[in-house]
């Protein structure tokens, strides 16, 4: 069964710049497409960005778009998402998620396997 830590959270003021990252074990990774969501607190968990087993194509929500950058090492099992400009409203607990298939995908019923998250908290 795979398993998913993200790490990278943290507390920056806006404007400011995070990289997260994400580490599978025990399970396919290469093989699938990754993405991450987020969480506000009150709100409900929302795609933030793509991206397919291979890493070629990638699809960010249109709030982040232009500011946040996913890639993935298969070598090493990572994914990372770098995250510039960033604003207040970005604010909240980051997953990692592993698609079921190789695909590209927003839909978070298409995820099989999530981390437990990380935080991020962007001040004002």
């Known amino acids: 069964q795979v398993q998913l830590v993200e790490s990278g959270g943290g507390l920056v003021q806006a404007g400011g710049s995070l990289r997260l990252s994400c580490a599978a074990s025990?399970?396919?990774?290469?093989?699938?497409?990754m993405g991450w969501f987020r969480q506000a607190p009150g709100k409900e968990r929302q795609f933030v960005a793509a991206i397919t087993w291979i890493g070629g194509s990638t699809r960010y929500a249109d709030s982040v778009k232009g500011r946040f950058a996913l890639s993935r090492d298969n070598a090493k099992n990572t994914m990372s998402l770098q995250m510039n400009s960033l604003k207040p409203e970005d604010t909240g607990v980051y997953y990692c998620?592993?698609?079921?298939?190789?695909?590209?995908?927003?839909?978070?019923?298409?995820?099989?396997?999530w981390g437990q998250g990380t935080q991020v908290t962007v001040s004002s």
């Open positions: 025990r399970g396919a990774f290469s093989q699938y497409g």
């Open positions: 998620a592993r698609s079921r298939t190789p695909g590209i995908s927003d839909q978070e019923e298409l995820y099989g396997y």
